[in-house]
Antibody, heavy 117, light 112 residues
Framework: QVQLVQSGAEVKKPGASVNVSCKAS????????IHWVRQAPGQGLEWVGW????????KFAQKFQGRVTMTRDTSINTAYMELSRLTSDDTAVYYC??????????WGQGTLVTVSS | DIVMTQTPLSSPVTLGQPASISCRSS???????????LSWLQQRPGQPPRLLIYKVSNRLSGVPDRFSGSGAGTDFTLKISRVEAEDVGVYYCMQGTQNPWTFGQGTKVEIK
C-alpha cells in the first residue's frame, strides 16, 4: 500500500532553517510528482511547491522563491523540503503529498514546524 | 494567481439530509489539454486532507458514492447525497490547472 511517512515535529528559532523529509513506499517513487503543502494553525491549505523525483526538477510558489529548496534521494525513495530564514509566519503543519492527475491522492501524516524565539 | 471562492463557509446539516458546497474560480480551469483540474478534499479534525474527487467529477477509489462532483469552466459543486456522522470536517476545492496551485478557504460541515 502507498505510504508517505514524514519526519517528526521541529522547533526552530527565527532566522533558522528546517528540513522535512518524506519517505515514500508502495509505489514507484520516480513516477509521481511530490508536492509540499502547508497549513498554519486553524487556517487553510497553501501550496509550497513540487519536485519530480525522476529528474529532480522543481517548481515553487512565488512567495517561497529563494527560501525553499526541494531535493530527493531516489536510492531511499525520500523527498526533502528545506525552508530557510524562518519567521513566526512559517509556523505550520507541512505535508508532502503525491500527485495523481494534478490532484493529491496520498498524503503524509504532516510535520509540525514551530518557529519561536 | 487563480482565486478559489467557496460558499458557504459553514454548513450545518441534519444527518441523512443532503449537503452542497459551491466553488468558483477567478479564471477558467480548463487546461490546454482539455482537462479541468479541479479536485475536492475532505479534512477530518486532526487528520491530513483526503482526496475525494479529481478532474471535477471522478471519485477516487474507495470514496463512498454519496459524494459527487460536477461543474465546468469556473463553477463547481460538491454534493453529499445523505450526510453521515463521519462526513464532519472541512472540505476544500483545489485547482491544479495553473501554477501556483490554489485552494478554496474551506467549508466546515457539521451536524445540526
Amino acid at each position: 500500500q502507498v505510504q508517505l511517512v514524514q519526519s517528526g515535529a521541529e522547533v526552530k528559532k527565527p532566522g533558522a532553517s528546517v528540513n522535512v523529509s518524506c519517505k515514500a513506499s508502495g509505489y514507484t517513487f520516480n513516477d509521481y510528482w511530490i508536492h509540499w503543502v502547508r497549513q498554519a494553525p486553524g487556517q487553510g491549505l497553501e501550496w509550497v511547491g513540487w519536485i519530480y523525483p525522476n529528474s529532480g526538477v522543481t517548481k515553487f510558489a512565488q512567495k517561497f522563491q529563494g527560501r525553499v529548496t526541494m531535493t530527493r534521494d531516489t536510492s531511499i525513495n525520500t523527498a526533502y523540503m528545506e525552508l530557510s530564514r524562518l519567521t513566526s509566519d512559517d509556523t505550520a503543519v507541512y505535508y508532502c503529498t503525491r500527485d495523481l492527475n494534478w490532484a493529491y491522492d496520498y498524503w503524509g501524516q504532516g510535520t509540525l514546524v514551530t518557529v519561536s524565539s | 494567481d487563480i482565486v478559489m471562492t467557496q460558499t458557504p463557509l459553514s454548513s450545518p446539516v441534519t444527518l441523512g439530509q443532503p449537503a452542497s458546497i459551491s466553488c468558483r474560480s477567478s479564471q477558467s480551469l480548463v487546461y490546454s489539454d482539455g482537462n479541468t483540474y479541479l479536485s475536492w478534499l475532505q479534512q477530518r479534525p486532526g487528520q491530513p486532507p483526503r482526496l475525494l474527487i479529481y478532474k471535477v467529477s471522478n471519485r477516487l477509489s474507495g470514496v463512498p458514492d454519496r459524494f459527487s462532483g460536477s461543474g465546468a469552466g469556473t463553477d463547481f459543486t460538491l454534493k453529499i447525497s445523505r450526510v453521515e456522522a463521519e462526513d464532519v470536517g472541512v472540505y476544500y476545492c483545489m485547482q491544479g490547472t495553473q501554477n501556483p496551485w490554489t485552494f478554496g478557504q474551506g467549508t466546515k460541515v457539521e451536524i445540526k
